[in-house]
């Protein structure tokens, strides 16, 4: 869902030699592909534990949310296709898009992050493993340098 996001990007290396409607048939692709991994491994995980299980520690609910985010945003990317097609506000669909997807990979990396949290660590009760917090900072970068396009792409559609 990373990669769908970067190939809407006009500064992205790889979708720098697509046309706009190649970037946009590609970034459907992506988008679905990824929505469907999400929602499937999501879905799996929630019905292969117990229902105590589920809820029990950060990891779960982040994903959780992610799940749902990833839904919506799913059906907002297939109102925002056909948004000229019937009289919705273009501009408003493709806003509530970007920060539907934003959110659903806020939440995918903190539940990435919080999983060797409640797994590993914390029955080890390492309270300065490098390791994770090399991790966690990583998935930090990670998040700010692939939600900054979303965001400029927002503050232009509303400036």
């Known amino acids: 869902m990373v990669q ?14 697509f046309s706009c409607n190649n970037k ?28 105590h299980q589920n809820f029990s520690n950060f990891h779960s609910i982040f994903g959780y949310i992610a799940m749902i985010f990833t839904i919506l945003s799913l059906i907002g990317g297939v109102v925002n296709l056909y948004s000229t097609k019937i009289s919705i506000n273009n501009k408003f669909i493709r806003i509530a898009h970007a920060i539907l997807g934003s959110l659903t ?18 029955k080890k009760k390492h309270l300065g ?9 990583l998935t930090i970068i990670s998040l700010i340098l692939i939600l900054a396009s979303p965001i ?7 400036a």
Do not use: D
Not at 4 to 17: E, L, P
Not at 105 to 122: C, D, G, K, Q
């Open 4 to 17: 769908a996001i970067h190939s809407v990007n006009i500064n992205t290396g790889w979708a720098r030699a």
């Open 105 to 122: 990979i806020v939440f995918a990396f903190l539940s990435m992050a919080s999983f060797p949290i409640t797994e590993e660590i914390s």
């Open 129 to 137: 493993n490098t390791n994770h917090n090399l991790f966690i900072a």
């Open 24 to 51: 946009r048939a590609v970034h459907y692709i992506l988008q679905i592909i990824g929505s469907i991994l999400g929602i499937t491994g999501c879905l799996r995980m929630i019905l292969t534990k117990g229902p």
């Open 152 to 158: 400029m792409n927002v503050r232009r559609m509303l």
